[in-house]
Nanobody, 114 residues
Framework: QVQFVESGGGLVQPGGSLRLSCAAS????????MAWYRQAPGKQREWVAS???????NYADSVKGRFIISRDNAKSTVYLQMNSLEPDDTAVYYC????????WGQGTQVTVSS
């Protein structure tokens, strides 16, 4: 069972940037596809971006061109670089196995506000 700990969130002004980290423990190397998700207040959790073991990347249309997902296998960590942040990006961000989701971590809060 892989566990995930998300960090790096905070309060940022529109147009600003943040870098989120997702530290995985357990059988990280068995995970083929890792993903970031987010859940805004009153909304369902939604997929944001995913990265394969071959570093293939995919993004939701709402973040394409602004967010970059990456992974450091030596550190069992997945990152989400978020640029040009908008108020609609405000949410709790989570990471998980995209194919076989395990337990969800506590997430990290991102608030975009002036």
């Amino acid at each position: 069972q892989v566990q995930f700990v998300e960090s790096g969130g905070g309060l940022v002004q529109p147009g600003g940037s943040l870098r989120l980290s997702c530290a995985a423990s357990g059988s990280y190397f068995s995970i083929v596809l890792m993903a970031w998700y987010r859940q805004a207040p009153g909304k369902q959790r939604e997929w944001v971006a995913s990265i394969g073991r071959d570093n293939s990347r995919n993004y939701a249309d709402s973040v394409k061109g602004r967010f970059i997902i990456s992974r450091d296998n030596a550190k069992s960590t997945v990152y989400l670089q978020m640029n040009s942040l908008e108020p609609d990006d405000t949410a709790v961000y989570y990471c998980n196995n995209a194919i076989r989701p395990g337990s969800w971590g506590q997430g990290t809060q991102v608030t975009v506000s002036s």
